[in-house]
């Protein structure tokens, strides 16, 4: 599938995908350092900067309980990554002064993980989210308390070549592609396409 914009765009955002062959090589503290910094960088509702990351490298003590909370078939290729990043949110701010519910927590969390997938993609190392593991799981084993959201999981890595990837991905290792942007943007109500022209040309 094309990657090719329908409208200019910077690179950075059709350059980033999400591979399932990992290097499993180490990942310097830098690299973490930035993509880490990138998303404290994203905005957020009161700048309540809900987003938490719990982070796992393989031959740490815990790499293999992050691993362990992927489903088997992310465990496949997840467990060659080179970090197991868990997204938390806290569901809750301070409003003057008052412990009150944030009602964007997980959408705060989410602009912060696609600061990190650009900024790590900037350095060379590729991300991939990863809903499908036990998240009831994480929070027994990792004594996550219920005021946070256990959001996603992500696995960072240097693409590596087929070889080392389950035949059973080789198929799907390649960029997607997107739906046009007359479905996803309306003029005012959801029954009013704001680029029609651009779906009939489609
Ligand atoms: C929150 C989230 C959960 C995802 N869960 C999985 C998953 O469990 N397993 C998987 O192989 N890919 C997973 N993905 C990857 C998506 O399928 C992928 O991002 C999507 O197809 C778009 O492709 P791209 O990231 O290569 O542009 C997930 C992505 C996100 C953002």
Redesign the pocket.
Known sequence: MSRIADFPIDPLFTN?????SFTGEAVPDAVLHTAFEAARWAPSAMNAQPWRFLVARPGEELWETYVGL??P??QL??AKASALIIILSARDLDYRGERAPNPSHSFDA?AA?ANF?HQALLLGWH???????DKGAARERLNIPEDFAV???IALGRRGDLEGLDPQ?HG?ET??G?RPLSESVFAGTLDNPAFPQERDAA
């Open positions: 980033r995908w999400s591979p399932r992927l489903v078939r992310n290729w997840a989410g993980w997938a991300t991939h989210g990863i809903g499908g593991f959001e996603a999981i991905f799907a960029p997607n997107r």
